[in-house]
């Protein structure tokens, strides 16, 4: 039964995605001819490598690695890069199924000794999301900042840099209540997120994962700066799809700094590998509120581009030793 309706959601979910790309292909708003402006040029290629190769992959890896170095997990370098490829193709192969974060977290937390590896696993990927949202806005704040006179002029960057300032204003605020030392038992937003109501199991375990590098902050600071850097790369990148599509005199790449971080956020809703068809939509009108133009084929490029080099992560998959066979997700559910 649970199978059954768990495979007409996600063809549900793919039917919206399918029907929204076709939507906006036919009301001119991307154009799938454009993505040969970018497969006939060398350079775009190359770029598109490049990033995928130095942010997910270099510096992901070393952000999830340090994440599960302080949460006691023995992991090294290297294996983890495998199992972050490996977790890239499930997320891009396999839309609506087994997450790659929770193939991950099966994976280490077996390699574990005796077995006790499975709560720090699911919330060492939990916390590699998180750092990576927070060093997305961030991120923005710091972008935008190096162009502020140009975008507090525009009412519109500028209520757009103040939605990203009061992101990271609260972010802050957060993790100085999550580091406050608590008395043993005395810890008032844990008593609070224990509460049987809708979403605060969810909130519990976050709260709890970041409460667990209390007394490792330079983890999390050494994360979040490298989440930060991940972002400055594909800012970059897209600002480089952008001009080699419009031109550089059509598309200011200043502009994409207070619109970029809310354009992946939503790319995050689960309907598709990427935030395909969402994502379109979403940098479309981002892209149209500041005066950037084609938001859509933009992010097409820019989405594809990695999504294609993430089935790469098929190699370490069949190389790996450990199987996942027989172990279900709800096995590994601790939050």
């Known amino acids: 039964m649970q199978a059954g309706k768990n495979i007409l959601i996600n063809v549900l979910k793919m039917t919206f995605v399918a ?9 001119g708003r991307l154009s799938w001819s454009q993505m040969a402006i970018i497969l006939n040029r060398p ?16 510096l992901g890896t070393a952000r999830w690695w340090l994440l599960m170095r302080g949460a006691g997990l023995k992991c090294g370098y290297f294996r983890a890069m495998k199992l972050q490829l490996v977790g890239f193709f499930f997320n891009t192969a396999m839309p609506g199924a087994v997450g790659g974060d929770i193939i991950k977290a099966i994976y280490i937390m077996r390699e574990q000794p005796a ?4 709560t ?32 507090v002029s525009n009412p519109v960057t500028a209520q757009l840099m103040s939605g990203l300032a009061l992101v990271v204003l609260l972010s802050a605020v957060f993790l100085g209540l999550v580091f406050l030392p608590y008395p043993d038992g005395r810890d008032p937003f844990k008593k609070i997120l224990s509460q ?14 970041l409460r667990s590098y209390r007394k490792k902050p330079g983890i999390l600071i050494s994360t979040i700066m490298i ?19 419009y031109g550089s005199d059509a598309f200011d790449q200043t502009l994409l700094a207070p619109i970029f971080p809310f354009g992946i956020l939503i790319t995050a809703i689960p309907l598709a590998p990427g935030g395909l068809g969402v994502g379109h939509a979403a940098f479309d009108k981002l892209f149209a509120l500041v005066g950037l133009p084609g938001g859509a084929n933009v992010f097409n490029a820019y989405v ?3 999504l294609l080099l993430n089935f790469l992560g098929i190699i370490p998959y069949l190389s790996m030793k450990t199987s996942i ?11």
């Open 19 to 27: 029907l929204l790309l076709w939507w906006m292909a036919a009301s």
């Open 43 to 58: 350079d775009a290629l190359a770029a598109s490598v490049a990033v995928w190769l130095f942010g997910p992959v270099l």
């Open 115 to 118: 077995g006790g590896g499975k």
């Open 120 to 151: 720090p696993a699911m919330l060492s990927v939990l916390l590699d999301r998180i750092v990576g949202l927070i060093g997305l806005f961030v991120m923005g704040v710091v972008a935008a900042g190096f162009s502020y006179r140009q975008l």
């Open 196 to 209: 049987t109501l809708p979403g605060f199991s969810v909130l519990h375990g976050i709260y709890e994962a």
């Open 227 to 245: 989440s930060v850097f991940i972002q400055v790369i594909f800012l970059f990148f897209m600002g480089f799809i952008g001009r080699i599509m």
């Open 304 to 306: 594809l581009s990695q």
């Open 325 to 335: 066979a027989g172990t279900s997700p709800d096995q590994v559910q601790v939050i």
